[in-house]
């Protein structure tokens, strides 16, 4: 009768007259009050302190990446580098969107950690937790090659063999060393820089592909 401030019996009474709350929901909280305390009393230490690991592992979100005595949903990932796991990286801590984690090769990484030293933060993956969770990760590059018909139609198709999922893609024409050439910038879903390596190996194979760009 605490939980609901009712003090006395008349005002339980009461309180059940003015159908503020029926008598079967009443009778329903206590039974799952009792069945819960009779429980707990049965619980072992070990069995108490696995319950509670139980909701630390359900409070964790799934970036892959492990900072200590930090939440992880401050995590994002730079677009600047798009890292993998695989590749060695840094966090840098933003005024706005908590911490960016960057490739420690990253050039931005380096002038933000020059201008501001103090906001560098150790960050490394979780490698257990991509194992288990087989996180795909948004991941950029760029593909650099002379323009003739059918070539692109050919890098789409090897991405699709390699079970890739391509998230967008877009083809522009520059200048390189005097010579007009295609660069084709592609967004894929990946899982690891293992997968990327393996995927780039094979499109630098084709015909007309000059370099790719991370």
């Known amino acids: 009768m605490e939980k609901n401030n009712i003090s006395s019996l008349d005002e339980f009474y009461f309180y059940i007259g003015e159908k503020r709350s ?3 929901i009443l009778v329903t909280k206590i039974k799952n009050s009792l069945e819960k305390e009779r429980a707990a009393s049965t619980l072992t230490i070990e069995e108490v302190l696995k319950k509670k690991e139980e909701k630390k592992k359900e409070g ?10 930090i939440n992880n949903t401050l ?11 695989g590749d060695e990286i840094g966090g840098f801590v933003t005024k706005l969107t908590g911490i ?10 380096h002038a933000m950690i020059e201008k501001d ?6 960050v490394k993956w979780d490698e257990n937790l991509i194992e288990t969770k087989m996180n795909k990760y948004n991941f950029t590059f760029t593909v650099v090659l002379n323009d ?3 070539i692109l139609m050919e890098i789409v198709s090897l991405i699709a063999n390699h079970k ?5 893609l877009n083809s522009y024409e ?3 060393d005097g010579d007009r050439v295609v660069k084709v910038k592609i967004s894929i879903e990946i899982k690891a820089k293992t997968e990327y390596d393996y995927l780039i190996n094979n499109i630098l194979k084709l015909k007309d592909v000059i370099s790719v760009e991370r």
Do not use: M, Q, W, Y
């Open 22 to 24: 029926r008598l079967d």
């Open 60 to 69: 964790k979100n799934d970036f892959g990446i492990v900072i200590d005595g």
């Open 75 to 85: 995590i994002r990932f730079a677009k600047c580098c798009t890292p993998l796991p």
């Open 100 to 109: 960016t984690v960057h490739r420690k090769d990253c050039p931005n990484f």
């Open 117 to 122: 030293p103090s906001r560098e933060i150790l």
């Open 148 to 150: 003739r018909p059918n």
């Open 164 to 168: 890739i999922n391509i998230t967008s």
């Open 174 to 176: 520059v200048k390189k």
